[in-house]
């Protein structure tokens, strides 16, 4: 089992960069398939990046191509999600997900696909 922490949401302003971390305890983060999900308002949660860190995949929303990244630090033991340029409707509670890894030519981008999440931290991009 995984315990996720995420930190660092906040409100910034249109064009302006933000870098959320999730802290994963237990296990190191590459025992597991990982992503960034986002939840709007009134919204079903959707996911932001999704990674298989054993096969080297990555599926990552057509919204934030090119301007979002995930990557992760073994030391900390933390995966982290670089948000550049953003966007007012980038707003939203972002949550990191894990799910238990099983097969290199996987990478799980659905929210029911994921059975650890942590609390959310949210994000605000005023115009």
């Known amino acids: 089992q995984v315990q996720l922490v995420e930190s660092w949401g906040g409100l910034v302003q249109a064009g302006d960069s933000l870098t959320l971390s999730c802290a994963a305890s237990?296990?190191?983060?590459?025992?597991?398939?990982m992503g960034w999900f986002l939840q709007a308002p009134g919204k079903e949660r959707v996911v932001v990046v999704g990674?298989?860190?054993?096969?080297?995949?990555?599926r990552t929303a057509d919204s934030v191509k090119g301007r979002f990244t995930i990557f992760g630090d073994d030391g900390k033991n933390t995966v982290y999600l670089q948000m550049n340029s953003l966007k007012p409707e980038d707003t939203a509670v972002y949550y990191c997900?894990?799910?238990?890894?099983?097969?290199?030519?996987?990478?799980?981008?659905?929210?029911?696909?994921?059975?650890?999440w942590g609390q959310g931290t949210q994000v605000t991009v005023s115009s």
């Open positions: 997900a894990a799910s238990n890894f099983y097969r290199r030519d996987v990478v799980k981008y659905r929210a029911y696909e994921y059975n650890y």
């Open positions: 990674i298989n860190w054993n096969g080297g995949l990555t």
């Open positions: 237990g296990r190191t983060f590459r025992s597991y398939y």
